[in-house]
């Protein structure tokens, strides 16, 4: 998510402004609102942030005066408080004896944000979960700053990247790693710590990476990594072979396949984060009562590309659990057509950007008639964020391919939380249903990784019909919706000509369509309809279009139907659409990559769509 650079050198020696802040700019692909550096300078360490862009934090340190021999710079991305330049980062104790930056989320920072006010005093400088790590190694700190690190991330759950200095021991920074990266990079008289390598491939090839749970100490002639168990740990440095842009992409050939790839994680942070101990929803303290709830008469799901697929397995989830009529509509339909909106309505966007102008406009429409808008947005503090009443964030990190995939996975949890938190406040589900979806969500991470462990099957079949015409995707019930979104996905990276239909509706037109020369992607995983659809394979079959399946492990008897079949892990069907998406996203990559198309950034396409 966020980037993270730090350098040492000599005490002697200057230029860790340029160093640091080229590095930052080395991560500018991922995307930030804010950034800030802080440089060791006349016994403390001073530090300087801003909103927007590099060269905004560029003019504020335009100045031969402030540089250093050692420093730590940081882009943010936000995810507690907006971007501002109080929630840029680094952050300081009171006393600003102690200096970090962070990426990641601290679950437990409210109460030791409570403790630290209580106990000590502390007055808080900016609304971020980071600021408190600050201030906690500062009144651990009893003479050895590494010793108050180490107290500090005892008291601190979730995950992060965390570096820190400290003007006590300005010789050394610090870092800590738990399931947010991080490396080390070795220089000439110097040392590095980022949390990409890019950040710092000008000026060293030889990395150390930091696994899970480990500390990094690094000083000018040396870098120490510490254990789990802190206690010492030889390893071998990586030699980087990589230029600047594969390295942006963490060696995948498109940004579209890294975040496929990261979809596990993305899927883990977005729904554990959110669960308590007792597998308690927290809904990012959302407030909605069962009164609030059957005071809902209806629910508008809104949204565009994507997120308007997404929607349409959020109403399938919010119809089954909370038992509200949903109705999904496409943004630039749903301004225009003077909806049914009241006080009576919960009205709920969904945008990865939370920009997209027909989004906002028809979020506007419905506040203006009443209705509670709760979004589901990627971006902190995006316009859609800002104007809603209540946001869920996805925590899918900053997608930058504009075929969206990991954005897609990451608001299907969140509907699925959303609609499992309302039917638990209203009593529409039990409690046996609700820990059987919460134990099936728990799995999916690891199901997603056991589909990308089958990606070469998948890459297989896309070498072979990548030079079809027409592919058309059919499906029943979640499935439907899902082959709308496959279908999405081909046609923006590969410029085919592609078509989803609900299959039960084939034979009202769309089977004209079907001949030698078309292929049929088929999805099959809801044990209910199984037999529903092989019918629909076979009327396919029977106009001679060729068909690759999907269907869950074990479904062997549709190998009788189809011509061939791409299998996903068991799972039960309200949730199949978080992975039977992954084999049709990796399939329209790899047909988009035969066919030599501009997979990151397709012709026509934009990333944002901020006009109407
Ligand atoms: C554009 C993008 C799509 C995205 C849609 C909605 O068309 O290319 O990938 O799904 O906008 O964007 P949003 O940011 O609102 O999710």
């Known amino acids: 998510m966020c980037g993270i650079v730090g350098y040492v050198a000599g005490a002697d020696t200057s230029g860790a402004k340029d160093i640091i802040i080229n590095g930052l700019r080395r991560l500018e692909y991922r995307g930030y609102d804010s950034s800030g550096i802080a ?66 989320i601290i679950e437990n920072y409210l109460e030791l944000r409570e403790m630290l006010a209580e106990k000590h005093g502390v007055k808080f400088k900016s609304e971020t979960d980071s600021e408190v790590i600050a201030h906690l190694i500062g009144v651990n700190y009893e003479g050895d700053f590494l010793q108050a690190v180490h107290k500090t991330v005892d008291m601190m759950r979730g995950a992060y990247a965390l570096v820190t200095v400290c003007a006590h021991e300005p010789d050394k920074i610090i870092g800590v790693r738990k399931d947010a990266p991080m490396i080390a990079g070795i220089g000439k008289g110097c040392n590095f710590i980022a949390s990409d390598i890019p950040a710092l491939l000008e000026h060293s090839k030889e990395v150390l990476i930091v696994e899970n749970n480990e500390t990094i100490i690094v000083t000018k002639d040396d870098i120490q990594i510490l254990g789990a168990d802190r206690k010492p740990v030889t390893r071998e440095p990586l030699h980087i072979t990589w230029d600047v842009d594969a390295a942006e992409k963490g060696g ?21 984060k959110r669960l308590k101990d007792d597998d308690t929803i927290n809904l990012d303290g959302i407030e909605m009562t069962k009164e609030d709830i059957e005071g809902f008469n209806k629910v508008y799901i809104v949204a565009c590309g994507t997120a308007y697929h997404a929607g349409l397995v959020g109403k399938a989830a919010i119809e089954k659990m909370a038992r509200i009529p949903v109705e999904v509509d496409v943004a630039s339909e749903f301004r225009y057509r003077d ?7 919960l009205f ?3 945008s990865q950007s939370g920009e997209t102008l027909d989004t906002l406009a028809a979020l506007r429409e419905a506040k203006n008639k009443g209705a509670r808008i709760l979004s589901v947005v990627n971006v902190v503090g995006s316009s859609v964020a800002r104007e809603s009443d209540d946001v869920v964030y996805t925590w899918a990190g900053p997608e930058i391919a ?28 039990d409690d046996k249903y609700y820990k059987e979806i919460i134990a099936e969500l728990k799995t999916i991470p690891g199901k997603v990784s056991e589909i990308l462990n089958r990606e070469g099957i998948i890459k297989d079949a896309a070498e072979r019909f990548f030079n079809k015409n027409d592919i058309f995707f059919i499906g029943r019930g979640p499935d439907s919706g899902v082959s709308l979104e496959g279908s999405l996905k081909l046609k923006e990276i590969s410029y085919i000509n592609s078509f989803a239909i609900a299959a039960g509706e084939l034979k009202h037109g769309t089977i004209a369509l079907m001949d030698e020369k078309t292929l049929v992607i088929a999805l099959d995983t809801q044990d209910f309809l199984f037999e529903k659809m092989l019918s629909n394979i076979k009327e396919v079959k029977a106009r001679d279009a060729y068909v690759i399946a999907l269907a869950k492990d074990g479904h062997t008897d549709i190998e009788r139907e189809a011509d061939e079949v791409i299998y996903i892990p068991e799972c039960r069907d309200e949730l199949t659409p978080l ?27 934009a990333k944002s769509v901020t006009v109407e």
């Open 348 to 350: 709920i966007a969904i």
């Open 39 to 104: 440089l060791y300078k006349d016994g403390k360490f001073e530090t300087r942030k801003s909103v927007g862009g590099l060269e905004n934090l560029e003019k504020l340190v335009d100045d031969p005066e402030f540089d250093s021999y050692m420093g730590i710079g940081h882009t943010r991305w936000a995810t507690h408080g907006v971007p501002s330049n109080a929630n840029a980062h680094p952050h300081s104790n009171e006393d600003e004896t102690v200096t970090i930056i962070h990426n990641g």
């Open 252 to 272: 995948y050939d498109h940004f579209m396949l890294k975040e496929i790839h990261e979809q596990p994680e993305g899927i883990k942070d977005t729904l554990m």
């Open 339 to 345: 909806p049914f909106v009241d006080d009576k309505t």
């Open 402 to 429: 504009v075929a969206s995939t990991k954005a897609y996975t990451t608001q299907l949890v969140c509907m699925y939380l959303i609609a499992l938190f309302m039917g638990k406040v209203k009593g529409s589900i």
């Open 579 to 605: 992975l039977s998406v992954v084999p049709l996203q990796i399939f329209a990559y790899y047909v988009a990559k035969c066919r030599g198309c501009n997979i990151d950034k397709p012709k026509n396409l």
